[in-house]
C-alpha cells in the first residue's frame, strides 16, 4: 500500500468524467489499498480515483459513525430525498469551504472490490459525502455547486 499524492485545484482531471470500472483484478485492490490509506493519511471524509489522478468510477467514504470506509466501485445514486445546506470542503481544495445544498437521504447501488453489486443508504454526513465524491467521478467539483464560499471566521463559529 501506498499514499498516493491528491490532485489539487487547478488540474483538468478534476473536470473529466470518469470510465466505468471493467476488471476487477488485483490492480483494481492495490488502487483500492491506496485510496483507503491516502483518505486516511488526510484525514478525509473521501476519495475519488480523480483526485489520484485516476479516471476510473471508484470511490472510498468513511463512514463516521463507526469509522469504516466504504468501497464503491461504479457507485450510482438511484434515490435520494430531502434537503440540507452545509458546509463542504475537499482534499483537492485545500482550505477552501462552501455551502452546498444536497440530499438529506441517498441510496446508492455499487460494485464491492470482486464486482459484486450491492445497495446502501446514507444519510446526513453519509449521502452528502455519497454525493461529493459521484460528482467528482462526473468531473463536477463542490465549487460548481457552492451557493456561497466561507470565510475562516465563519468555519470557526
Do not use: W
Not at 498516493?4 to 483484478?25: M, Q
Not at 471524509?45 to 468510477?57: C, F, N, S, T
Not at 435520494?80 to 452546498?100: I, K, M, N, T, W
Not at 445544498?101 to 464491492?112: E, L, S
Amino acid at each position: 500500500m501506498a499514499i498516493r499524492n491528491i490532485v489539487k485545484d487547478g488540474d483538468p482531471v478534476l473536470l473529466k468524467v470518469s470510465r466505468p470500472v471493467e476488471k476487477f483484478d488485483e490492480k483494481l485492490a492495490m488502487l483500492l489499498d491506496d485510496m483507503r490509506e491516502t483518505v486516511t493519511a488526510a484525514n478525509g471524509a473521501g476519495l475519488a480515483a480523480p483526485q489520484v489522478g485516476i479516471l476510473r468510477r471508484i470511490v472510498v467514504v468513511v463512514n463516521i459513525e463507526d469509522e469504516s470506509i466504504l468501497e464503491l466501485v461504479n457507485p450510482e445514486i438511484l434515490e435520494s430525498d430531502g434537503e440540507q445546506d452545509g458546509a463542504e470542503g475537499c482534499l483537492s481544495f485545500p482550505g477552501q469551504y462552501g455551502l452546498v445544498k444536497r440530499p438529506m437521504r441517498v441510496k446508492v447501488r455499487a460494485q464491492d472490490r470482486q464486482g459484486k453489486f450491492f445497495e446502501l443508504e446514507g444519510e446526513e454526513f453519509l449521502a452528502r459525502a455519497f454525493c461529493h465524491e459521484i460528482d467528482h467521478l462526473n468531473g463536477v467539483v463542490f465549487k460548481q455547486r457552492v451557493s456561497r464560499m466561507l470565510s475562516e471566521d465563519e468555519l470557526e463559529d
